[in-house]
């Protein structure tokens, strides 16, 4: 018996062994992962649907198309993405967790959680987040004109109160 709460699923190649095709998959935490192995595909298809299901899994790479990069930051990156059933313009931001100490994580977290209850017209909406062993995206509202460091360098970092 699996707990499967923060579970990554990962599905992996298939392979021959022992002129064999054999499917594997890998549940993964952050720290430990285990590999488990079928010999047909109809039964692997069956293991991924009933554990997508049961984790509530979803990839970012399903809804979201990305496109250009935006910008960088220390750990990861912003692309402009598109909502592929909506044809909406997004943002994406790539976070890179295997870059980062574990206070640095739960600084990510913790603006994850502040973004999820802001709503007001001047901070930038939340739609989605994304989390997988090396990666976490956060799908947020495309804006225009660059970040607020470009907006206030082009300033001069001046602004009126």
């Known amino acids: 018996m699996h707990h499967l709460s923060g579970i990554f699923l990962k599905e992996e190649n298939s392979f021959d062994y022992h002129n064999h095709k054999l499917y594997s998959f890998s549940l993964a ?21 009933f554990i997508k299901l049961a984790t509530g899994y979803s990839d970012v790479f399903e809804k979201y198309e990305l496109k250009e990069k935006l910008g960088t930051g220390r750990f990861g990156i912003v692309r402009t993405g598109i909502h592929k ?50 990666h976490i995206y956060i799908v947020i509202e495309h804006c225009q004109g660059g970040d607020l460091f470009y907006y206030l360098e082009k300033r001069k970092f001046k602004l009126t109160e």
Not at 36 to 47: F, I, P, Q
Not at 98 to 109: A, D, H, Q
């Open 85 to 134: 059933a909506s044809g909406n313009k997004i943002a994406i931001k790539t976070i890179d967790k295997t870059k980062m100490s574990t206070k640095e994580l739960g600084l990510v977290m913790a603006e994850i959680e502040i973004l999820k209850i802001c709503h007001h017209p001047n901070i930038i909406k939340l739609y989605d987040v994304y989390e997988n062993l090396n």
């Open 29 to 49: 935490l952050p720290k430990k992962q285990r590999i488990y192995y079928v010999d047909n595909e109809k039964e692997y298809s069956e293991w991924i649907h």
